[in-house]
């Protein structure tokens, strides 16, 4: 830019987009922090040009079956009309408004719905954009409920290790997974982890159900340790995803349910993959019948259409933070987004999508297509050591030997080999050096499923037969 140009004499041009065929260009990739590792992202950098259906299709016009929502994302598929509509429709009206001054119409019907769908007295509703958002917002919630109603030093967080409640400093604290925290130590204070339900693998040696449970009843041991009246909040999704979908046994749930109850400690579940129809239910706690104190939302709720992601908490909490000012500034909580009206818009009309279509009935049908496809590959690969998850949330951890359970030596990342075979095989999976997972648009048909396990055996005949690598 010339400095006559800066002086404001003549407005600086604006720089030339580069064409989108020339996205892919390795000149251009290094203007952009892409999450993966870059270098070798951009040896055959992955980048989706359009979607529609279940279908993605990249720059350079390759299809590829999302068997993935993008990553949990998009449970009413690419392009819409309903949601896209809604969104125009939004736009013309109203597209921001003030946040620290109140907020929108859209927002309220919004948090009315939510109130409607969720379960027992889950009534009260705070937005934001993103996952980490919410889980910071449950997290503050928690402490400051624990404030206003005399127990002010309840503050610490329980969480479990492998677990994934995103990536801004306090959502990373909660979560367990040290792969994606090591890099950014020290973090905040006041988070500790209790293993989670990994029956394949009992962290203490033991079986299901002769174990009563110790991975849960140890978290009553836990709290007693550390002392009650510093304990706020246990935070777990209800199906784990990062240590490999971590399905809970029976019993699991309501036993953390019991211990919180008897601690004054708030459950807070991590819905943000399992909510919005993805388990069979609207929300994962249905699935399992155990009542949260606090439910967290993100991914499906607006499908991917535009950012939101919410809290929904108990009218009981809800009404601590209602009293005159003198008593109670409300909940200190609040992002310049939150509450925005075309995401409230997208996701009004995505929930309406999965309940006109019984899009919930269709992840349990659609979900149980999916598992009995997987079961089958295990019958054929002895590779597969494990199935777990629930509707359209399977994943299956891969084995060297299924007798013994050990797994594949971490750098031979075999479950990296088949997840990249089958994005070359075109589908769309999520995957991990011992495991990989599916989590198809709820709107998936049994054809697209059936060709999602078909995809999933060729990638995994193909990788057996040449080797990883
Ligand atoms: C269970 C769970 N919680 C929270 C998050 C964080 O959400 P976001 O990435 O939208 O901040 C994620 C993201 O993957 C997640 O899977």
Excluded at 196 to 225: H, L, Q, S
Excluded at 360 to 389: M, P, T, V
């Amino acid at each position: 830019m010339s400095s006559t140009q800066r002086q404001g004499l003549t407005p600086p041009p604006f720089p030339e987009p580069i064409s989108q065929a020339q996205t892919c260009e390795e000149q251009f990739l290094h203007h952009i922090f892409v999450r993966d590792q870059m270098a070798e992202w951009s040896k055959r950098p992955l980048i989706m040009a359009r979607a529609d259906g279940v279908y993605y299709w990249d720059v350079q016009g390759k299809r590829y079956l999302d068997a993935l929502s993008g990553i949990y994302v998009v449970a009413v598929g690419h392009n819409n009309r309903r949601v896209i509509e809604a969104i125009r429709r939004q736009m013309d009206v109203l597209n921001f408004s003030p946040p620290m001054h109140g907020t929108n119409p859209v927002a309220i019907q919004l948090a009315n719905v939510l109130a409607e769908l969720a379960p027992g007295d889950l009534s009260t509703v705070k937005f934001q954009c993103g996952g980490s958002e919410i889980i910071e917002g449950a997290i503050k919630l928690a402490r400051q409920y624990h404030k206003l109603t005399g127990s002010p030093a309840k503050y610490k967080i329980i969480g479990r290790y492998l677990s994934w409640h995103g990536s801004t400093l306090g959502a990373l604290s909660a979560s367990g997974l040290s792969s994606r925290k090591t890099v950014h130590q020290p973090l905040a204070p006041g988070f500790l982890h209790v293993f989670p339900p990994t029956c394949y693998r009992c962290p203490f040696g033991k079986t299901y159900p002769e174990c009563g449970i110790t991975c849960a009843t140890i978290v009553n041991d836990v709290i007693e340790m550390e002392d009650p009246d510093t304990v706020a909040a246990l935070i777990v999704e209800p199906i784990g995803h990062t240590g490999g979908i971590i399905d809970p046994p029976e019993g699991y749930l309501p036993i953390l349910r019991e211990i919180c109850d008897r601690h004054n400690v708030l459950l807070i579940f991590d819905e943000i993959i399992t909510g919005i129809g993805r388990t069979g239910n609207m929300f994962a706690a249905e699935t399992f019948g155990v009542m949260p104190d606090v439910l967290c939302l993100g991914k499906g709720l607006a499908s991917g259409y535009a950012p939101l992601s919410a809290l929904i908490c108990r009218q009981s909490i809800a009404d601590k933070f209602w009293g005159p000012l003198s008593e109670n500034p409300g909940f200190v909580e609040g992002h310049t987004f939150e509450g925005n009206p075309i995401s409230c818009a997208a996701g009004l009309a995505v929930l309406q999508e999965v309940i006109q279509n019984d899009l919930c009935g269709n992840a349990r049908i659609q979900g149980a297509r999916l598992r009995a496809g997987l079961e089958g590959l295990a019958n054929k690969y002895a590779i597969i050591g494990d199935i777990r998850g629930k509707g359209l949330f399977q994943g299956i951890e891969f084995v060297q030997d299924r007798a013994t359970k050990a797994r594949f030596p971490a750098q031979q990342a075999f479950g990296v080999h088949v997840g990249k075979r089958a994005l070359e095989n075109g589908m769309l999976c999520r995957f991990d050096p011992h495991w990989i997972a599916l989590g198809p648009p709820l709107v998936s048909t049994a054809e697209q499923i059936e060709e999602m396990v078909q995809i999933l055996d060729r990638s995994l005949s193909e990788v057996l037969a040449t080797g990883p690598g």
